[in-house]
């Protein structure tokens, strides 16, 4: 099979598509004929450095997948060959303290798909049968492969982590990445009233053709002005942000007394001043998240198929084209997820 791997760390010349055999699936486990996979950051970083993640090269890149079963055990209660599915990436061990409580995704021992093993930017991947998902019907492959990383890191962020809840109102910082896009779309759907900033005007008119109810160009300098003026001087009850550094003294005094902040990332560095002071006296709450359990994975895609969402996709590629694409990731001028179609199976 073709697949896409990491040969070294550097730029774009440690990526090579080549082929490659696929190990027998082993009982438990699923086949899945990939038909799209997204971009996310960490196939960057991975791609980079892979610094503080234990793997071995070459290893094959990509996280999400959408997909059909080509094969799976006969016994399965609930697969069958022929189904279309999407793939959670974080495999879990079932076995520790975290697991047993039910948060998966914060187990001692966890893979995740192009991090600690092979991923998913290849024509077929087997993964056990615990972490593949009906495909919401109405979805294409890209979109629905966009879940996986991208609308479940939201997901937990807003609702387990930060517990918007529909009158309350969301900052979502640099609005155009693909997990603030998500957040901006679930936000949308549950009520809420979402505040976006970006830096570039486009995005922001696209944001509001997305239901952002008030957007704000960060370069203007007046993050906080704009977020107290549109909240009648009280503030956001939740930012969600994966900016860091950048953003953190915006986003801390933009929060209403007892607001809630998320972050999933520090994109722009990950020091930024603590601001203890505001923290106790405004009762403000920091939680940090990072992508979401197999439970938290099955309400989402109840939730897409009930409301209709659909992830918005700014490019598919195909497979052979993976290093433009990697371009375009790292210039930061799309608008939603960047994707690949893997064909010619
Ligand atoms: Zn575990």
């Known amino acids: 099979m073709k697949a896409a791997f990491i040969t070294g760390h550097g730029g774009n010349e440690v990526v090579r ?12 486990e699923v086949l899945v004929r990939v038909h799209a996979a997204t971009l996310n950051q960490v196939d960057l970083y991975m791609r980079n450095s892979g610094a503080g993640i234990t793997h071995q090269l070459p290893q094959i ?32 061990c079932g076995r520790c303290e975290y697991c047993q409580r039910g948060q998966t995704v914060l187990c001692t021992r966890i893979q995740f798909l192009g991090e600690h093993r092979d991923g998913t930017f290849a024509q077929w991947i087997h993964v056990p049968a615990t972490q593949v998902f009906p495909k919401p019907a ?28 529909p009158w309350e109102t969301v900052l979502v910082f640099g609005i155009g990445g693909g997990v603030s896009l998500a957040a901006l779309q679930l936000a949308k759907a549950i009520g809420a009233r979402v505040i976006v900033t970006s830096r570039d005007d ?13 957007v704000v160009n960060s370069r203007s300098g007046h993050v906080v ?29 933009s929060l209403a007394r007892g607001g809630r902040l998320v972050t999933c990332g520090a994109t722009s560095g990950d020091q930024p001043g603590a601001d203890l002071r505001r923290i106790f006296v405004r009762q403000l ?61």
Request: with cysteine; aromatic share 6%.
């Open 61 to 92: 890149m990509g996280l999400d997948a959408a997909g059909i079963i080509d094969e799976v055990d006969a016994c399965d209660p609930i697969l069958q060959p022929g189904q279309e599915v999407v793939i959670h990436p974080g495999i879990s």
């Open 225 to 253: 002005r704009e977020v107290m003026a549109f909240t009648g001087g009280r503030g956001a009850d939740v930012v969600f942000e994966n900016v860091g550094e950048a953003v953190w003294p915006l986003a801390m005094k």
């Open 202 to 214: 486009a995005k922001l008119e696209r944001a509001g053709s997305l239901g952002a109810d008030h």
């Open 285 to 345: 709450q920091i939680f940090g998240s990072s992508l979401g359990t197999l439970a938290e994975f099955n309400d989402l895609l109840g939730f897409v198929t009930r409301s209709g969402l659909r992830p918005v996709i700014d490019r598919e590629y195909p497979l052979d084209a993976l290093h433009a694409a990697l371009d375009q990731l790292e210039s930061g001028a799309q608008f939603g997820k960047l994707a690949l179609r893997i064909d010619g199976h």
């Open 17 to 28: 598509i080549q082929d490659c055999t696929l190990p027998p699936r082993a009982p438990g």
């Open 138 to 165: 109405h979805l294409g492959w890209a979109e629905a492969a966009a879940l996986g990383v991208n609308h479940l890191t939201a997901w937990r962020m807003l609702f387990s982590k930060a517990r918007l809840q």
